[in-house]
């Protein structure tokens, strides 16, 4: 007989050992599948961890681009932990990363073509502000009329879709596109593009506030008090009344820095690799960082680590896709069973797995 017995307290070790349980499992378990596909296993995981790293071929291109991958899942990321730290769970970044972007290039294509320096500290700015006042939604739903925050965030992202592809075809739509769907590319208008700091590294704006935002949680949750209160309200909700700790301004704390850093990642995102808003303009960068956060143990280091690995299966899973033909939607399946083995593997965290027979009744 198999039984679970929870823990006096949570096992430390265990904290730090699921996460590479679970990308161990993820391997084996995606060769498993790649295998059912047909393909080599073995050639596929290689391909995806391996090659984009030391590969003589793919390595020169594919470097820099772990920078550009994992700068916005990062962002998001940081901001994401926050709430799901205090238990607050918004699920609804991929529309504030939308809303930022779209706010951002709005502003910036208001004042084309000018080549004013300012232009591109506005539309930071812009993205920002777009972003925070998207998840400011869920956080005053939440706190005047109780709704669900995960709920309202989450259906805000399929708003905010139609709403890009709306724009997109309409008021930001390229005057000189041809009535192609899509506006200005941002990226070859120097007032409003953000090209790489350091030539060949993929090193942007966007990557810099990704390590920013990382330095400064760290010091947030280490040594702030609303850092305090935030882990507070997630280990102990019942203490944390007690010590005055207000619920209402937590949420609308953690929506709005989650909410601003998504749309500043939408906003790099739209004037350094994606360069316009199109129809298609979010690739699911909101909801991976999810796995990204929980990945990284909701802690700012863990999450610079897992937006690295995380990006790697992005550049990986586009090499397998092209060497091998592998199926975008097994290397999506692939990414997904990095958090579907997080999950069940924590549960050694809290629980100890028990041997011994049934008991029968005599």
Known sequence: ????????????????????????????????????????????????????????????????????????????????????????????????????????????????????????????LAGALGGWAWAMIPAILKTRFNTNEILVSLLLVYVAENLMASLAVGALRNPEGGGFPGSRNLAQWDAASNPELIAGTGMHWGVAAAFIAVILAYVLLARHLTGFHIRLTGEAPRAARFAGVSPARLVIFCLGVSGALAGLAGLFEVTGPAGQISIDFNTGYGFTAIIVAFLGRLHPVGILLAGLLMALTYIGGELASFMLGIPAAAIQAFQGMLLFFLLAVDVLTNYRIRLGRREVAG
């Not at 949570?10 to 498993?32: E, I, N």
């Not at 090659?51 to 991958?69: E, G, I, M, N, T």
């Not at 901001?79 to 991929?94: K, Y």
């Open 1 to 124: 007989m198999i039984a679970l017995e929870r823990r006096p307290e949570p096992s430390r070790a265990w904290q730090y050992a699921t996460p590479l349980l679970a990308v161990a499992l993820t391997m084996v378990a995606g060769g498993l599948m790649f295998a059912a596909l047909g393909k080599d296993p073995f050639a596929a995981i290689r391909t995806i961890f391996w090659d984009p790293l030391f590969h003589p071929q793919f390595a020169a291109f594919s470097r820099p681009q772990l920078l550009v991958k994992a700068g916005p899942l990062i962002l998001i990321a940081i901001g994401l932990s926050l709430g799901f730290r205090a238990g607050v769970w918004n699920i609804g970044a991929e529309g504030q990363y939308i809303v930022g972007a779209l706010c951002g290039a709005a502003a910036g294509l208001a004042l084309y073509p000018s080549d004013s320096v300012l232009i591109f500290p506005m539309m930071v």
